[in-house]
């Protein structure tokens, strides 16, 4: 019988009202009551300081230097881009002035790295380019495209494309002194907003192997750079012009760390829309993978981005056909009932564990996190915040009606626009916000996704949790002191013991209550078989599972019509000590932390709200948002030993 308790006693949430502080500020103040006794905890850095602070960012935005953003009528910079998260107001490509609701605590500016910064220079005339005659074409029919944008927008949209395709597509591969002059312009900015303690700009870009518009495999990586411009200086992006394969871009990253003493991870992009190459079980060559590969692979990828605003990657109904949430913000490809084993984290968290058993490394061990790969230069995530979609401007009642009932071409098949997401965001445990800390969480895996809302979650595996631990004001010097937090191992523990996991949720301040806190828990069996099962660990109003494991819905509490909710069921805050039932210290297994909140209004509904339109019937007006923790793994091959 499941060994657990629960509560909702609101004491984080409790203190936090009566201090008039933020939940963050609450887990400082818990920090500093506990120094004396600091030299006890776990944690995984050398300094031995736990994490108080969780940080808020997006690892993945485009501007005006991606192709397909500037092509799009995207006109606002990396400037205006770090500008806008860090809090700033903004003027939008119509004059009006735009700010983000809640500022940011970090930002990875990732424009693509293929053709960065050429349509601002071929659109310019810029010889080293185009040359005189070509420029004079371009020119020309961009006069004609400015008027067509007048009175046919996406027709305009679509002659820019075909314009780029015939003059301006591999213009800038061969002009090193082209490229690193934008390059330096990018990072030069980044330095210029990096701000110690109060925002992080971090330097990046993508690697896009491969991109057109018709199809696309999308198995891109968000490369990240822990360094300011004196290093990141050094390289010129690494494009699909040098390579599509990952294995070259992996060795490009070891030459910067080799040639600088610096350090760079890459992120993979949102996996649902890789077309099974994400996880595929073969190298770009083809060949089956090698231990090498999975230990290549580990070092320089640790996370996932899993949610985005292209659809949510977690999991699949076709994979996990016993989820009743499996099936979440699903991008619908025209072979709907194709194979999605290689496209999904947690099917890929357990080709992980099967691939670690033939080659003792676990080339998929990844932890997550979430962002926007909007390309409008804003991120911002919230439902409500209909620009995010938009462009670079306010919306109207006929452009939000065209946003979402048109189609779109991307991938293998036509997309509606109502397919868009409202997500996501990367949430860092860190002891500071600073370029050095940020990146250190990163590479320990102690992050979480969200698909916007700001839910703050702890997550600690270990053997030695009891029930009450759940509720003591000590809680975070607990999780640290008896085990491992997010991202890490557990090690192998006497044989009358199951793992236990001390977890913690507290809704968004500004947002809607919680329903639940589950458990996803995927194992290797003996004969090399995978398996997974979704635990109901913590309930809201306080439910209770039945015997058969199924749990009464929370209710939903949505006016459609309104575009609003209540938050009259659900809790503020979720805390459980649980121990796994079913654990077996022979098999492999990881577990991760998905904590919903209650149902709340769709990006649509607020569309339908505020601008009067009538949507088709089977467009979807409420969401149930939710995050995802980077899971804790277990390993018995310490007992072989």
């Given at each position: 019988m499941t060994k657990e308790y629960q509560g909702s006693s609101l004491i984080g949430v409790n203190m936090m009202r009566k201090l008039n502080v933020s939940i963050c500020g609450l887990f400082s103040l818990m920090l500093i009551s506990i120094t004396a006794i600091a030299k006890e905890r776990y944690f995984p850095d050398a300094e031995q300081q736990f994490p108080a602070n969780v940080y808020w960012g997006d690892t993945h935005l485009h501007t005006n230097l991606s192709v397909d953003a500037y092509l799009s009528n995207t006109l606002l910079g990396p400037d205006m881009a770090y500008r806008f998260a860090r809090g700033d107001s903004i003027t939008l490509a119509n004059g009006e002035q735009f700010q983000i609701r809640r500022p940011l605590d970090f930002l990875v500016v990732a424009d693509h790295a293929f053709n960065m910064g050429v349509m601002q220079a071929v659109t310019a005339g810029d010889t080293r380019l185009l040359d005189k005659a070509i420029a004079e074409q371009w020119l020309k029919g961009l006069k004609e495209v400015d008027k067509t944008a007048k009175t046919d927008p996406d027709k305009a949209a679509k002659r820019k494309f075909q314009m780029y395709r015939k003059w301006g597509w591999g213009s800038a591969v061969g002009n090193k002194e082209f490229r690193h002059s934008v390059w330096e312009k990018v990072t030069a900015t980044a330095d210029q907003y990096n701000d110690a303690g109060k925002f992080t700009a971090f330097i990046g870009f993508e690697w896009t192997p491969k991109w057109n518009l018709e199809s696309s495999s999308m198995a891109h990586r968000v490369v990240i750079f822990e360094d300011s411009a004196e290093k990141a200086d050094h390289i010129i992006p690494f494009s699909m012009f040098d390579s599509t394969d990952p294995e070259d871009l992996w060795d490009f990253l070891q030459r910067y760390q080799d040639k600088t003493?610096?350090?760079?991870?890459?992120?993979?992009?949102?996996?649902?829309?890789?077309?099974?190459?994400?996880?595929?079980?073969?190298?770009?060559?083809?060949?089956?993978?090698?231990?090498?590969?999975?230990?290549?692979?580990?070092?320089?990828?640790?996370?996932?981005?899993?949610?985005?605003?292209?659809?949510?990657?977690?999991?699949?109904?076709?994979?996990?056909?016993q989820d009743?949430?499996?099936?979440?913000?699903?991008?619908?490809?025209?072979?709907?009932?194709?194979?999605?084993?290689?496209?999904?984290?947690?099917?890929?968290?357990?080709?992980?564990?099967?691939?670690?058993?033939?080659?003792?490394?676990?080339?998929?061990?990844?932890?997550?996190?979430?962002?926007?790969?909007?390309?409008?230069?804003?991120?911002?995530?919230?439902?409500?915040?209909?620009?995010?979609?938009?462009?670079?401007?306010?919306?109207?009642?006929?452009?939000?009606?065209?946003?979402?009932?048109?189609?779109?071409?991307?991938?293998?098949?036509?997309?509606?626009?109502?397919?868009?997401?409202?997500?996501?965001?990367?949430?860092?445990?860190?002891?500071?916000?600073?370029?050095?800390?940020?990146?250190?969480?990163m590479k320990r895996k102690e992050t979480y996704a969200t698909t916007g809302p700001r839910m703050v979650v702890r997550f600690f595996g270990g053997w030695d949790y009891r029930k009450g631990d759940a509720l003591q004001t000590n809680l975070v010097l607990l999780g640290y002191k008896k085990g491992v937090p997010m991202g890490g191992d557990l090690a192998i523990a006497p044989a009358d013991k199951a793992p236990n996991f001390l977890i913690q949720a507290v809704k968004d301040p500004d947002g809607a209550n919680l329903d639940r806190i589950q458990v996803i828990k995927g194992w290797l069996d003996k004969n090399g078989?995978?398996?997974?099962?979704?635990?109901?660990?913590?309930?809201?109003?306080?439910?209770?599972?039945?015997?058969?494991?199924?749990?009464?819905?929370?209710?939903?509490?949505v006016n459609v019509e309104e575009a609003s909710y209540s938050n009259s069921i659900g809790d503020p805050e979720l805390v459980v000590v649980w121990e796994d039932p079913d654990f077996?210290?022979?098999?492999?297994?990881?577990?991760?932390?998905?904590?919903?909140?209650?149902?709340?209004?769709?990006?649509?509904?607020?569309?339908?709200?505020?601008?009067?339109?009538?949507?088709?019937?089977?467009?979807?007006?409420?969401?149930?948002?939710?995050?995802?923790?980077?899971p804790i793994w277990y390993s018995p091959s310490a007992l072989k030993e």
């Open positions: 003493n610096g350090d760079v991870l890459a992120i993979p992009h949102n996996s649902n829309l890789s077309q099974g190459s994400m996880f595929a079980l073969h190298d770009g060559k083809g060949r089956p993978l090698t231990r090498s590969y999975a230990q290549t692979r580990s070092r320089w990828e640790p996370l996932l981005e899993v949610t985005q605003i292209k659809g949510d990657s977690e999991t699949h109904p076709l994979l996990s056909p009743d949430f499996a099936d979440y913000e699903r991008w619908m490809w025209t072979e709907s009932d194709q194979d999605r084993t290689y496209e999904y984290a947690r099917s890929a968290l357990k080709l992980g564990l099967q691939q670690e058993r033939e080659l003792d490394v676990n080339p998929f061990k990844f932890g997550m996190i979430g962002s926007t790969d909007s390309h409008n230069s804003l991120a911002t995530v919230e439902e409500n915040d209909l620009i995010k979609l938009f462009g670079n401007k306010l919306p109207t009642a006929d452009s939000v009606l065209k946003q979402i009932t048109a189609y779109r071409t991307l991938g293998p098949t036509l997309t509606h626009g109502w397919q868009f997401s409202g997500s996501g965001y990367a949430a860092l445990w860190a002891t500071e916000n600073t370029r050095e800390a940020l990146f250190a969480a078989d995978t398996h997974e099962k979704v635990y109901n660990v913590a309930l809201s109003d306080n439910r209770r599972a039945a015997k058969s494991g199924k749990v009464q819905p929370v209710g939903n509490s077996n210290r022979n098999e492999s297994a990881f577990y991760y932390v998905r904590v919903l909140e209650i149902p709340t209004p769709r990006w649509t509904a607020y569309a339908a709200k505020s601008y009067g339109l009538d949507l088709p019937k089977d467009i979807p007006m409420v969401t149930q948002e939710r995050a995802y923790t980077s």
